[in-house]
């Protein structure tokens, strides 16, 4: 048994902040969570199993935060860490040969070498979903990763190490990006209407795909197997509603086609970006959209973007929206994610919100709350020691743990 101790924790579920707490864990789960005063056990100090006990062969397990608060591992839920260079190297985010591209892994390009990994850790980031750019209609599979794994002092060199959920979401994009890129090539599209006919005509083939797959199956000897298809086979888990589309979006025309879309083929998405989604908020609400929303600390670099506004979490907080914080990573660098929640205080929403934004609600809206997330037993043991407040830019992120292990 491990255990981190004498910690303001904000544990982000019924047990709320804990002045003075401890938390244990084993196997890289939470075990139990409480205060101080339970911890040490007054009423048999002698136990071996209490902690305090010098003769306690875990007392070396041992983690005193002196008084530091103690978050949940933080969340990046949109980057493409790993994907884009930082710096350096080429570019393996966005295959724009072809804008239909459902069945790339983000798994297969992740470079978990690249710098911006240990910059998110040193700041308490302990999840990241990565993987491909807005090129394509279709870009690819999203991964859902840890920033480091360590077993037996030993960092994992492989991404399959890493993998909390992988495929965690398809990787979809309207707007400006997919008309430039393949427009400027003399392909479809290079209009939002080409944007959206491309993806129903993709979609449609896809149902068509699955529905041929499944009588084939329920009855194999009356009918045919449809030839393989690798990117409608790809997009089975999108049809069958069993993984959600993250759709890049910025203009509030583009973030309404995307919701008639997955209102049409009747998938889970969510909005990323979302950045003219204050106009539209309680539209947004009508249809019970999520989003991740960012950059935040961004040049408007495109006519699109024109709306980027740190207000932009506080109408969707009023509006009930359910919203997360991401640095769409390196547009911002991944360090930089928890700078990006605070500023949305600044904007008008809560300082427990703004915290929600990088942790619970993050993992909510990624469907990892049964993982991630928050400081609650039978959850991951992923966190982060701060000195001070996480909005305090002067804060200092002492330790951060993975699985239970110190990975900072």
């Not at 491990?2 to 303001?8: D, G, H, S, T």
């Not at 509006?319 to 390196?330: E, K």
């Not at 049964?370 to 909005?391: E, H, P, Q, S």
């Amino acid at each position: 048994m491990k255990y981190i101790i004498n910690a303001r924790i904000h544990t982000l579920d019924e047990l709320g902040t804990i002045e003075k707490g401890w938390v244990s864990f084993e196997d890289g789960i939470i075990t139990a969570v409480g205060e101080m005063s339970e911890y040490a056990n007054p009423d048999n100090p002698d136990n071996p199993d209490n902690p305090d006990n010098p003769d306690n062969p875990d007392n070396k397990d041992i983690f005193d935060a002196h008084g530091a608060n103690l978050y949940p591992g933080f969340i990046d839920a949109h980057s493409h860490l790993g994907m884009f260079p930082d710096g350096y190297g080429d570019d393996d985010a966005n295959e724009s040969s072809d804008p239909i591209t459902p069945h790339l892994r983000a798994v297969d390009g992740v470079d978990i070498f690249d710098r911006g990994f240990a910059e998110a850790r040193k700041n308490g980031i302990t999840t990241v979903v990565t993987g491909a750019g807005s090129a394509n209609l279709f870009g690819g599979q999203l991964a859902a990763l840890h920033t480091a794994r360590r077993t037996d002092g030993k960092y994992a060199k492989s991404v399959d190490k890493l993998v909390i959920t992988a495929p965690i979401a398809f990787k979809m994009a309207l707007g400006e990006n997919p008309k430039r890129v393949h427009g400027e090539n003399d392909r479809t599209p290079n209009t939002r209407q080409g944007n959206a006919a491309l993806i129903r005509e993709t979609l449609t083939k896809a149902r068509e795909y699955a529905e041929k797959l499944e009588k084939y199956e329920a009855d194999t000897e009356n009918n045919d197997k449809p030839d393989f298809d690798a990117k409608l086979s790809a997009l089975l888990p999108l049809i069958r509603g069993e993984v959600a589309a993250h759709i890049h979006c910025h203009r509030a025309d583009d973030i309404m086609t995307a919701i008639r879309l997955a209102e049409e083929f009747g998938f889970k998405y969510v909005l990323i970006h979302a950045t003219d989604s204050a106009k539209i908020a309680a539209e947004l609400a009508e249809h019970n959209a999520r989003a991740i929303i960012g950059p935040l600390i961004s040049e408007r670099v495109k006519p699109e973007m024109a709306a980027l506004s740190v207000n932009t979490a506080a109408a969707l907080s009023r509006n009930g929206v359910p919203y997360a914080v991401c640095t769409d990573h390196p547009v911002v660098p991944a360090e930089y994610l928890i700078l990006s929640a605070a500023l949305t205080i600044r904007g008008g929403v809560s300082k427990e919100n703004a915290l929600r934004s990088i942790t619970s609600a993050a993992a909510d809206i990624l469907g990892l709350s049964d993982k991630i997330g928050r400081i609650k037993t039978g959850l991951y043991a992923d966190f982060a020691v701060v000195k001070g407040n996480f909005t305090d830019v002067t804060a200092d992120t002492l330790a951060t743990f993975v699985l239970g292990e110190k990975v900072r």
